[in-house]
């Protein structure tokens, strides 16, 4: 998946699933449309495509790394190779729900690469025109219930640019702390950025 990922450890309590809709099941690999607070996740398939190239056409949500897409014929043949919802070695699982809201324009998505041994890595872009409501907050808290809930999730671990203090404020606001120098350096990212670590802890 695209190099935004978000590598995520939980070091506090798991939050409480999202409620689920059985309608996600035929979207593949057990991928199921979750709801908190005024927000659906819906799991992304090409049908979405040409409302969000307009949602990630917006020139702010690549200040810091990234590109838009671009072509909407583009993002449609992006998105159906992800519906396979796996890696081509089936050793991942490819995860993406995009975010509507109750008056049913979308407004971005959250994204997770699920690996082996329970470690999940974790992305999300919104339109800049919804940033400061803590949508992206209740988006990324819905996935990680998920994750924990029905994926096996015990270790999640994230990388954003260290200029991004957005991103860096909202992983903290969900849990994600720095990891260590040494872990850094063992996570290979590049100097400009942070690693960001939570891990779950189950009873």
């Known amino acids: 998946m695209a190099r935004g990922e978000l590598d995520v450890i939980i070091r506090l309590a798991v939050p ?3 409620r689920r809709s059985a309608l996600g099941a035929s979207m593949g690999l057990r991928m199921q449309t979750l709801f908190i607070g005024s ?7 090409a049908a979405h495509a040409e409302e969000m190239f307009v949602v990630l056409s917006d020139p702010a949500i690549y200040e810091y790394e990234n ?7 583009g993002l449609r043949e992006r998105f159906a190779e992800l519906e396979s919802r796996q890696s081509p070695n089936g050793r991942e699982q490819w995860l993406n729900w995009v975010i509507r809201l109750p008056s049913k324009e979308l407004i971005g998505y959250v994204q997770a690469t699920v690996h082996p041994g329970g470690r999940a890595a974790i992305a999300y872009e919104l339109n800049s025109a919804y940033w400061g409501r803590g949508l992206a ?10 994750l924990i809930q029905n994926y096996g999730v015990t270790l999640l671990t ?10 860096f404020r909202l992983l903290h606001r969900v849990g994600f702390t720095l990891a260590s120098p040494a872990e850094h350096v063992q996570a290979d990212v590049e100097r400009d950025e942070f690693f960001m670590l939570r891990r779950v802890r189950r009873a």
């Open 158 to 167: 994230a990388v954003l640019k260290q200029q991004n203090q957005r991103s």
């Open 16 to 18: 409480a699933p999202p």
């Open 67 to 73: 590109e838009p897409p671009q072509s909407a014929s």
């Open 137 to 146: 907050r209740q988006a990324v808290q819905a996935m990680i219930g998920e």
């Open 39 to 45: 927000l659906t996740l819906e799991p992304q398939i």
